[in-house]
């Protein structure tokens, strides 16, 4: 076992039942209630064992534009993440070298965890609409179940459209997540302006942030 499978928490020992691991990756830059419902919703709806979540080093999607060190994105997500018994933040893919691609993300848990634990992989409906354009997109398609978090009247007919066009055998759960207005890009905005994030992530977040003046002017 390499260096980065060695960041994740033990699952499948019980050869006679079966485990179901969410992974909710992202930049997480920062974390916010909205990472943090759609986990707690996505495991209560599909009986998730764990959620695990997992900072992109290198977003591949993220190329052309300044992120956050990975370190502090790590360790804002081990602050949001610590209350919950059920979710654990991992150092998986910051730890690993090159940009960060779903597919060997998913490969590399696959081939880290017994057969007996199944991979359910959480992103957004708008994300879902683009899944047939991902890198190696039917290997994602035979590796996990996706998790699709929507916004509360949103309209899954053309991501699910999309989906049956691609000829894709992707098995996808959708379920309403109504903190989703909430995101990153708006919370950075905020502290940049010096408005308040109170309530759009967690005090421990807030305090990690203000510390160590990120997103500040």
Not at 45 to 72: C, N, W, Y
Not at 166 to 173: E, K, M, N, Q, T
């Amino acid at each position: 076992m390499d260096r980065s499978a060695s960041q994740l928490p033990e699952l499948g020992q019980d050869p006679g039942r079966e485990y179901r691991l969410g992974i909710m990756g992202g930049t997480f830059d920062p974390i916010h209630y909205g990472h943090l419902v759609t986990a707690e919703q996505a495991r209560e709806a599909l009986a998730l064992d764990l959620v695990l979540f997992m900072p992109a080093g290198s977003p591949a999607f993220k190329q052309d534009r300044e992120v956050t060190s990975p370190e502090d994105r790590y360790a804002m997500t081990v602050l949001a993440t610590a209350a919950n018994p059920s979710f654990y933040a991992s150092r998986f893919e910051i730890d690993r070298l090159g940009v960060t691609y779903t597919v060997d993300t998913l490969k590399a848990l696959r081939s880290a965890y017994p057969e007996n634990v199944h991979l359910y992989f959480i992103t957004g409906a708008d994300a879902i609409i683009d899944i047939v354009t991902w890198h190696d997109a039917a290997e994602i398609a035979s590796l996990a179940t996706l998790i699709a978090a929507t916004r509360p009247g949103y309209d899954i007919r053309q991501a699910q459209a999309r989906i049956a066009a691609s000829g894709i055998d992707f098995d996808v759960r959708y379920i309403q997540i109504p903190a989703l207005a909430i995101s990153s890009t708006n919370i950075r905005d905020r502290v940049r302006l010096g408005k308040s994030v109170r309530y759009l992530t967690s005090e421990s977040v807030m305090g990690y942030i203000n510390k160590n003046r990120l997103y500040h002017m």
